[in-house]
């Protein structure tokens, strides 16, 4: 914490799975005061055993930052979220709640893009229409008065999404795919296939906007 700064606040950082230490050093670089608590561990690979430090809370670290920084944390690639530890939702939501944004039915994945940090989102529809969206601050997704892209396939969907600027998905699956869990992929095993987003069965090449 820079010299002479206000103690702040702690919070709790919801990082991606398995980025919590990612997250706590670029924290630190950027000169928020972060704390992740570990344990040692034995790992195991192959033949070889290894110690290593493991989260004793796996997918959160923490910071004490001033109110007017919270939002910062949320430019590192990994973290998905800041709250209080009470609760609280961290400043600069946009209604001044937990809410970041509403028309959503079932949201399955999160993850931040690696470098443009843009929010990617994976949502169940009720049978019909799985999507893929890019979150965005205050935006509305349209459930349920909207199932998938504004085509009028369950009613007056396009009238709808022109008075209450709904955004579309990315894409979006009928009949449902289950859709799960999404990560971006960042081994160079299949060269082809890095900076993809990854999400149940199927690959989805997403452009950084």
């Not at 033949?47 to 109110?67: E, M, N, Q, S, T």
């Not at 909207?146 to 009613?155: F, L, M, T």
């Not at 894409?171 to 859709?179: C, D, E, G, M, R």
């Amino acid at each position: 914490m820079p010299v002479g700064a206000a103690p702040g606040e702690w919070f709790a950082v919801w990082t991606r799975s398995r980025h919590e230490m990612v997250v706590r050093d670029q924290l630190d670089q950027k000169g928020v005061e972060a704390f992740l608590p570990t344990v040692t561990r034995w790992s195991r690979w192959k033949d070889r055993k290894k110690r290593i430090d493991w989260p004793l809370f796996p997918g959160y670290c923490f910071a004490r930052v001033g109110a007017e920084r919270t939002r910062s944390g949320l430019s590192c690639p990994g973290v998905v979220a800041i709250v209080s530890l009470d609760g609280r939702p961290a400043a600069g939501n946009p209604f001044g709640n937990a809410v970041w944004s509403f028309g959503h039915r079932n949201p399955q994945g999160l993850v931040f893009h690696p470098s443009t940090g843009v929010l990617y989102e994976t949502e169940h529809g009720p049978g019909d229409n799985d999507e893929v969206n890019i979150i965005r601050r205050g935006a509305n997704y349209g459930w349920p008065q909207v199932h998938g892209s504004c085509d009028d396939d369950i009613g007056s969907e396009r009238e709808f999404c022109r008075r209450n600027a709904v955004v579309e998905p990315l894409t979006a699956f009928t009949p449902t795919v289950a859709i799960t869990g999404a990560d971006f992929y960042l081994s160079d095993a299949i060269p082809g296939w890095r900076g993809s987003l990854l999400a149940t069965w199927r690959l989805l090449r997403c452009q950084p906007l």
